[in-house]
């Protein structure tokens, strides 16, 4: 099977809205940052996979005709909620190792500043049936699994607050940044209450923006400037959050379907040991007690060991750098949130992240999570081809 690699990436800025430009505009704005980047134009590309997710949220009904900049080439619309991004990453890697293309425009597209209602659009996630008795809102559901953590494995609202306040500052040397606030952990706390024990600084923002990446086949990389995809795999999990709070298997805050794609990722990347095999990850956690979820399920710890991790991160230098970026709390363009993991990946591994470059990147990982958490992806890239 054909390795693919990730040759160009583009990237406009991310902020609440957008009002002086359109889709389109958006769309090709990062298209040519990533056509540029991998010194191609669109004549070179096969075809075109655009990420886009829900129309409620744009109030336009073919935000895809962004995609007849690609006239006479095969055009693929992907919507896998907050994982609609790495989805849209994950078809065109497929396209390329089914022989069907040699190289790939992969772009994703978010426009929620549009509407005035995106957070009645994101709580129709929720079963209408099984938790329509529950107030089940995404700010909810985050708190319910934070106080979760709490009772289980000894976090405490310090925890959440010296992550958030790290995602922050790490914000502040990404341009591209939609909220770069250099904060600590006690003026998270200070922060307005959401849903205890969520404070308004320990949630993402909503956010516009577009991201886009070129992917080749091994036999035209040539001599670019290249990030392997060396594993990449999705997994779906039990729709109703009911169903995950007491299993045997894993609990609602065990993420089985991150760890499952975990596993298979870095099976096929060769990945043993992550703490000594992966220098950079970029979280998809909207919230930061989210991302305390995603460490035992990556076997960066046990759960039970997660505070201990989170404290070692301030203290340990040979920890994988984690959301260096600002991951999701600088930026939530969510239809282009996990292709905005990948993207950061690839631009790490090339040593091409700017001032948020981690030194001596060999290996970055990149994960996904959409609806109530049930879809989940994660994706290896490397300096080096594994077949």
């Known amino acids: 099977m054909t390795a693919v690699a990730v040759i160009g990436v583009g990237q406009t800025n991310y902020r609440r809205a957008h009002k002086d ?34 129309e409620a949220l744009s109030g336009e009904g073919s935000v895809e005709r962004g995609g007849m900049m690609g006239v006479g080439k095969p055009f693929l619309r992907i919507n896998t909620g ?9 078809a065109g890697t497929t396209y390329i190792q089914s022989g069907r293309a040699k190289a790939v425009l992969v772009v994703a597209l978010e426009r929620m500043g549009q509407a005035t209602s995106s957070q009645q659009v994101f709580n129709t996630i929720f079963d209408p049936v099984y938790e329509k008795d529950f107030p089940l809102t995404t700010i909810t559901m985050a708190a319910l699994r934070a106080s979760m953590l709490m009772r289980m ?3 405490t609202e310090q925890h959440w607050a010296e992550i958030a306040a790290r995602s922050f500052r790490n914000a502040c040397r990404n341009p591209h940044a939609h909220l770069k606030l250099d904060i600590t952990a006690d003026d998270v706390l200070k922060s307005p209450l959401l849903a205890w024990p969520i ?9 516009e923006g577009a991201c886009a990446m070129v992917l080749a086949a091994e036999d035209i990389v040539g001599d670019r400037n290249a990030a392997w995809v060396q594993g990449a795999a999705s997994t779906s999990d039990s729709y109703a959050m009911g169903d995950r709070i007491r299993r045997p298997e894993a609990t609602l805050v065990d993420l089985l379907s991150l760890r499952l794609s975990a596993e298979r990722a870095f099976k096929q990347a060769g990945i043993d040991r992550p703490l ?18 995603a460490y035992p399920a990556l076997h960066f710890c046990k759960p039970e060991d ?8 301030f203290s340990d230098p040979s920890l ?16 282009a949130t996990a292709m905005v993991r990948i993207a950061e990946c690839a631009l790490q591994v090339r040593g091409m992240a700017g001032e948020r470059q981690v030194a001596d990147v060999d290996r970055a990982v990149a994960t996904g999570q959409g609806g109530a958490t049930q879809f989940s992806t994660v994706c290896v890239l490397g300096k080096k081809k594994v077949h």
């Open 82 to 90: 907050g994982v609609t991004g790495s989805s849209t990453v994950f």
């Open 21 to 54: 430009k359109s889709s389109r505009e958006l769309i090709w704005e990062a298209s040519k940052m990533a056509l540029e980047d991998a010194n191609m134009d669109i004549g070179g590309i096969d075809a075109i996979m655009a990420g886009i997710a829900p």
């Open 320 to 335: 994988p750098k984690i959301n260096p970026s600002g991951g999701p709390q600088g930026a939530n363009p969510v239809s």
């Open 199 to 207: 404070h308004r600084y320990e949630a993402c923002p909503m956010s």
């Open 276 to 293: 000594e095999q992966i220098q950079a990850v970029e979280l998809y956690s909207a919230f930061s007690s989210a991302e305390a979820m």
């Open 306 to 313: 997660g505070p201990r991790f989170v404290e070692a991160q």
């Open 153 to 155: 494995y000894g976090y």
